[in-house]
C-alpha cells in the first residue's frame, strides 16, 4: 500500500514538475517574442544598422523576397501586408496565390470536357491566382476603418492623459494600454520606439508610414510643431479630435445622399443577370442560337464589358471624397 502511494505521488509530483517548466518557457517565449515584435519595429523602418545585429532583414530574405525586391514590388507588398493586419510574409503571399493558381488550374483542366482545357484551366488560374491580393486588399481596407474610426477617442484619451499630468510617452502607453486593438496596438509600437531610444520625429514617422491615414499625418505633424513652437498639446489634440468627429459626421451625410446612386449602380449591374438567369430556368433552349452563333457570342462579350464600364464610371459619379 505504502509503494502505491510513493508512487503516485512521485507522478504528481512529476507532473507538477513538468507543467512547472512548461509554464516558465511558455512565459520566457512570450517575452522573448514580444521583444524581437519591439526591436523589429524600431529596425524596419529605421535608418540605424547597428541594432541589425539580432534582426538582420537582408540576410534573412528568401529567393522569392529578393525576387520581389528586384522588381520593385517588395516593399509595397509588404507595406499591404502590414497595413492588412496580417502575419503573412511576402513567401507566404506568394505560396498562397501559386496553390491558388495550381487548384484552379487542376479542376478545370479534369472538370472540362471540351476542347483546349488548359487555356481555360490557365485562365482561371490567374484569375484565382489573384484571391489572396484581393484578401488582403480588403483587410487592409476594413482594419484602416476600424483605426480610422478609433482614433478621435484615443486623441481624447491621450489629451485627458496630458491635462491630468501625465508626460507625452506615458499617455502613449496609457492609450496604448486602454484602447482595443488595431490602434492599441500601433500606440504600443509607437511607445516601444520611444522607450528604446528613438527620436520622436522617427517615431511618428514610422507611425504615420504604419498607419498611412490623413488624420494621422495631421497628429504626427501636430506633436511635432507643438514641439518645436510650443503650445498646449491637449487643446490641440482635444481640436483636432472634434475636427475629425465632425469630418465623420459629413462622410455620413455624403454616403445617405448617394446611397441612390449606389443602389441604382447594383441594380442595373444585376437586373442583366437576373433577366438571363430567369431566361435559363424557365426557357432552357431558347438563349441556344444567341450562344451557339459567333455574332451572338460577340453581342454577349460587348454587353458584359458594357455593364463593366457602365458601373465604374457611375461608382466614379457618386465616389465623394470627404
Not at 9 to 18: D, N, T
Not at 107 to 135: D, E
Request: net charge positive; aromatic share 8%.
Amino acid at each position: 500500500m505504502s509503494s502505491i502511494v510513493v508512487f503516485c505521488f512521485l507522478i504528481i509530483l512529476a507532473m507538477l514538475l513538468f507543467s512547472i517548466s512548461f509554464g516558465l518557457r511558455f512565459y520566457e517565449s512570450q517575452r522573448r517574442r514580444k521583444l524581437v515584435s519591439m526591436l523589429r519595429t524600431v529596425t524596419t523602418n529605421g535608418e540605424e544598422t547597428h541594432v541589425n545585429l539580432l534582426i538582420d532583414p537582408e540576410s534573412k530574405q528568401g529567393g522569392v523576397e529578393d525576387l520581389l525586391k528586384s522588381i520593385n514590388l517588395a516593399e509595397r507588398l509588404t507595406a499591404l501586408l502590414s497595413e492588412s493586419g496580417l502575419d503573412w510574409t511576402p513567401t507566404r503571399f506568394v505560396i498562397n496565390a501559386a496553390m491558388s493558381f495550381l487548384v484552379a488550374f487542376t479542376v478545370v483542366c479534369v472538370l472540362s470536357l471540351r476542347t483546349a482545357p488548359v487555356l481555360r484551366g490557365f485562365a482561371a488560374g490567374c484569375i484565382c491566382s489573384a484571391l489572396p491580393l484581393l484578401y488582403a486588399r480588403k483587410k487592409r481596407g476594413a482594419r484602416l476603418n476600424e483605426l480610422e474610426s478609433q482614433l478621435p477617442d484615443a486623441l481624447d484619451f491621450l489629451s485627458r492623459s496630458m491635462r491630468a499630468g501625465h508626460a507625452f510617452s506615458i499617455s502613449l502607453e496609457m492609450v496604448g494600454e486602454e484602447i482595443h486593438d488595431p490602434l492599441g496596438q500601433e500606440f504600443r509600437a509607437l511607445f516601444n520606439e520611444l522607450n528604446l531610444g528613438a527620436s520622436l520625429a522617427r517615431a511618428l514617422a514610422s507611425f504615420s508610414q504604419r498607419i498611412p491615414l490623413p488624420d494621422v499625418r495631421f497628429f504626427a505633424s501636430a506633436v511635432l510643431l507643438q514641439r518645436q513652437t510650443g503650445g498646449n498639446l491637449s487643446e490641440i489634440l482635444n481640436r483636432l479630435s472634434h475636427i475629425i468627429r465632425e469630418r465623420f459626421r459629413l462622410k455620413g451625410q455624403v454616403k445617405a445622399a448617394s446611397a441612390h446612386g449606389r443602389m441604382t449602380a447594383t441594380i442595373l449591374t444585376l437586373l442583366p443577370i437576373g433577366t438571363l438567369a430567369g431566361l435559363v430556368l424557365t426557357s432552357p433552349g431558347y438563349l441556344d442560337p444567341l450562344l451557339n452563333d459567333p455574332t451572338g457570342r460577340r453581342l454577349i462579350a460587348l454587353g458584359i464589358m458594357a455593364q463593366l464600364v457602365g458601373n465604374f464610371f457611375i461608382r466614379k459619379v457618386i465616389r465623394i471624397k470627404v
